[in-house]
């Protein structure tokens, strides 16, 4: 595992400055190594610090102590190198559905032509064919999303964390997207971190599965899924995919309880 | 013949069927529809040709006196006759002319100074009492002042129509920059943009519903300034000629003056609605002001 690490975080910690109740710790000494092309998801009870955690594997927000890297090189990872999906689609109201995948290629001054001939190819992939010139307010959420995603995708990132994409999509929806997720997983060979509340969806999607508990957030414990790939819409309903998610489950529990 | 037939079988995937579906869809609901459309519009012109009609008698009658409210007749005679020998055109294009320059300038000035305000947070901190105080004065009130200082002619008018353009214009464009949409500077830093590129790519188009905001109020503000610096001090303007009508008691001609002005309000009320709707038509609730100065 050493070997093919490509995000390593070294006892990170955070705690939040509040300006009438004082330092408020949201994370604490918490050590992690992701290895190259792994999809990982976190899961906790709500306010456990997931979304901290994420925030400062990507970048976007600095950690009180400890440190990280990407590809052995001290720091998060650049933006050139990632993609973000966060829980809300975050996209601009006032730029066409094309124009919103571009835009990571226009900050960056990226290859224009390729740019687009790869948004048009990503716009296929996630099934939003013919919705190039629409504006977000004209799309469903779970549309808005999949152009989230699209976006993130752009500039074949190595790394992408996503912040409990689908949580606000209805289960139906949810399990077509946590396919399509899977696909531009095999596809691209990105590695994944995903964050989410839902254990089944931890399980369909991931490599590994790190529980965190909350007060203040650390990791409780780490479960490795050995399910064959790819999984289908079939596998929930297999044996060994519902022992997998009553792993997690009792995991999950403690880690909420404890 | 042969044409029918094609449209008939296109039609024909309708489950009903052209034959069966036809007399179904028939004639009666579809201008019941179109009639209740009608019927508000309808109303209102009823409401309309009733206070016309009721003004009309009272002041036949002299129930009312037509020094004080002529009868809609005389009005429209006032109108009419004003129109065929002309005397309408130079003032009405020379209101129209200083709220036009007026409302450019303060556009400019407002949207530039906001800007630039937004853009350097001391120099807002250090001038913002004094927005604040200006704000908060009648602009209107300025207008005498001007007068004094600049006399009867056009540059008057135009100042005093900057003037009361330019504060909602500068405040709705520097609320509309200083917002921060946390998701959205959030997505910026991911996708590694610059301060710069964040405020080219999401605070700039991001303020331009409340920059619209701002400038509709300045359009109505700016046919008031106009009309007011008429009165206080000017050769020309529709305002001008309001008071020369007042001045020699002709009511129907104050009247005919004010429909003009009612008019002239009502078009830049569309326009402004129109561009709005042109530049902000991605505006949900969210990304709206919530208020307007
Ligand atoms: N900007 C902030 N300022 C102060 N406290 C914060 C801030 N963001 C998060 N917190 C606190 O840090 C803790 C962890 O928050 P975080 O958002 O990481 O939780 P989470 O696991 O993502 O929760 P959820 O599942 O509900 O999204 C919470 O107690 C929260 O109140
Ligand atoms: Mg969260």
Redesign the interface.
């Given at each position: 595992m050493r070997e093919s690490a490509i995000l390593d975080a070294d006892g990170v910690s955070k705690s939040y400055t509040t300006k009438d109740s004082g330092p408020h710790p949201a994370l604490s000494n918490v050590s992690l190594t992701v290895a190259k092309g792994e999809f990982l998801s976190i899961i906790g009870p709500s306010g456990c610090g997931k979304t901290t955690l994420l925030?400062i594997c990507?970048?976007?927000l600095a950690p009180s102590t400890g440190s990280l890297s990407f590809k052995k090189r001290p720091g998060p990872p650049?933006?050139?190198s990632?993609?973000?999906v966060?829980q809300?689609p975050?996209l601009?109201?006032?730029r066409t559905v094309r124009d919103n995948v571009l835009?990571?290629a226009?900050?960056?001054h990226a290859d224009r032509k390729a740019a687009e001939v790869r948004a048009v190819e990503l716009l296929e992939m996630l099934n939003l064919a013919g919705t190039a010139d629409k504006?977000?307010?004209q799309l469903s959420g779970g549309m808005q999303q999949r152009v989230a995603i699209a976006r993130s995708l752009l500039l074949d990132p190595e790394i992408i964390f996503m912040d409990e994409p689908f949580g606000a999509l209805d289960a139906m929806t949810r399990e077509k997207l946590n396919i399509e997720v899977q696909n531009v997983h095999a596809r691209t060979g990105a590695t994944i971190i995903f964050v989410t509340h839902n254990i089944s969806e931890a399980v369909f999607l991931s490599d590994r599965i790190v529980a965190m508990s909350a007060g203040p957030g650390r990791i409780s414990s780490i479960v490795t899924v050995d399910l064959p790939r790819p999984r289908t819409a079939n596998s929930y309903v297999l044996p060994e995919f519902r022992e997998q998610e009553r792993i997690v489950r009792d995991v999950f529990d403690t880690a909420a309880t404890s | 013949m042969s044409q029918t037939a094609v449209h008939a079988s296109a039609t024909g995937r309708d489950p009903t069927g052209p034959t069966e579906g036809a007399p179904r869809r028939s004639p009666r609901p579809r201008s019941l529809r179109a009639a209740r459309h009608l019927v508000y519009p309808l109303l209102s012109l009823l409401v309309l040709a009733v206070t016309l009609g009721a003004f009309e008698i009272a002041s036949r009658q002299r129930w009312i006196s037509p020094l004080m409210v002529p009868a809609p007749s005389s009005v429209w005679e006032a109108l009419t006759v004003g129109f065929e020998r002309g005397i309408y055109w130079d003032h009405l294009l020379s209101t129209l002319s200083a709220t036009a320059w007026g409302f450019l300038l303060a556009t400019g000035l407002g949207i530039g100074l906001g800007g630039l305000l937004a853009a350097l947070r001391p120099l807002e901190r250090v001038l913002y009492p004094f927005i604040v105080a200006f704000q908060s004065t009648p602009k209107i009130a300025l207008a005498p002042l001007v007068v004094i200082w600049l006399g009867f002619g056009v540059t008057s008018k135009i100042l005093v129509v900057a003037l009361v353009t330019f504060f909602p214009i500068l405040v709705n464009t520097m609320q509309g920059l200083r917002l921060r949409d946390r998701e959205r500077q959030e997505l910026m830093v991911a996708v590694g943009a610059t301060k710069w590129q964040t405020f080219r790519y999401v605070r700039l188009p991001g303020s331009v519903p409340f920059v619209f905001a701002g400038l509709h109020i300045g359009a109505i503000f700016a046919l008031l300034g106009a009309v007011v610096a008429e009165f206080v001090g000017s050769s020309s303007g529709l305002g001008v000629l309001l008071n020369a009508e007042r001045a020699s008691f002709n009511v129907p001609g104050v009247f005919a003056v004010l429909l003009i002005l009612m008019a002239l309000g009502i078009a830049l009320n569309a326009v402004m609605k129109a561009l709005e709707r042109r530049f902000t038509f991605w505006c949900r609730e969210e990304d709206s002001p919530s208020t307007s100065i």
């Open positions: 925030k990507a970048g976007l650049r933006p050139r990632m993609g973000v966060f809300t975050a601009l109201p006032w835009l990571p226009i900050i960056q504006y977000p307010f | -």
